[in-house]
């Protein structure tokens, strides 16, 4: 299978997404290079120059919507193709948002595997991406912080809801639905990290002026 310039970048912080990922896109002989955020996409990228970047959105360190926009401001990778997943960022919003920043797809989780690949495959045999024009940072940090901030809002929700739910359940059910809560917390905490370096950044951009 002829892939243009190089491998294909999957980048995910769930380790069980992130290799099945992997094993789907090399079972059809695709050549694959993986990441668990956007610090280490960015390494990968200037090592590897891949043909095409699939990234998750909600990470630590630096997340989907970061990443892209990274890769959209640097003259050298404007023209890669991105695919953005994402089982937490799926409202019409946070979809026009990553179109805003470039993005070629956008799939939501669970992945359905048969439309993956064909996306994949299209996308690939496209040819090179037609340079795209960056948003603004300041434009880039404001659409942003709008995401987070709807984001962190149905956090809270969903986390007052399972610890109400939590205190009805029998013991028995509880553990599942502690996993969920847990996991609810950390990306509830991953969110507001994100959203305290976005409020610096425009801070300073302001007081630049």
């Known amino acids: ?40 996409a ?25 990443l892209a926009h990274r890769i959209r401001s640097d003259p050298q990778t404007r023209d890669l193709p991105i695919i953005f ?4 960022y799926v409202t019409p919003e946070d979809k026009d948002f990553a179109i805003s920043l470039g993005a070629a797809r956008f799939i939501e989780k669970p992945i359905d595997t048969e439309e993956f690949l064909l996306t994949v495959a299209e996308l690939l045999t496209a ?15 404001t659409g942003y912080r709008e995401r987070l901030e709807h984001k962190l809002r149905h956090k809270n929700t969903q986390i007052s809801r399972t610890e109400r739910l939590l205190t009805t359940l029998p013991p028995n ?14 990306d509830r905490d991953e969110i507001q990290a994100e959203l305290a370096e976005i409020h610096r950044i425009l801070e300073e951009t302001k007081s630049a002026k």
């Open 1 to 40: 299978m002829n892939i243009p310039y190089g491998p294909i970048l999957v980048v995910e912080d769930v380790s069980n997404v992130l290799e099945l990922l992997e094993v789907t896109l090399r079972f059809k002989g695709y050549p694959v290079v993986t990441a668990k955020n956007g610090q280490e």
């Open 42 to 66: 960015l390494l990968m990228i200037e090592k590897e120059r891949p043909a095409l970047v699939i990234t998750d959105i909600l990470m630590p360190k630096m997340d989907g919507y970061a």
């Open 85 to 88: 997943l994402s089982a937490t």
């Open 127 to 141: 040819g090179p991406e037609p340079p795209r024009q960056p948003l603004g940072e300041r434009e880039f940090y």
């Open 173 to 186: 059910q509880r553990p599942a639905f502690e996993a969920l809560l847990q996991q609810a917390k950390n």
